[in-house]
């Protein structure tokens, strides 16, 4: 295999962790608003945990980006 074509197939690879990414936002939000309609008493302690672990799925995100622009920018 090309090392050129096996360095984009790494990339593109690594940048699949940005999808799953925004994916796990998804489910983290959706699953807090879920439990705060069901008990909005609730929600008002549990809306910072659901930022912290929003925060926390982007930064694997992010990581997952710049894992992809070091594979394709630098030799």
Do not use: H, T, Y
Request: avoid cysteine; charged fraction near 10%.
């Amino acid at each position: 295999m090309d090392p050129v074509a096996a360095k984009w197939i790494g990339a593109g690879l690594a940048a699949i962790g940005m999808g799953i990414a925004a994916v796990g936002v998804g489910a983290i939000f959706g699953n807090f608003l879920s439990g705060a309609l069901r008990n909005p008493s609730a929600a008002d302690g549990q809306f910072g945990r659901a930022f912290i672990g929003a925060a926390l799925a982007e930064g694997l995100g992010i990581f997952a980006f710049l894992v992809a622009l070091i594979l394709l920018f630098v030799k």
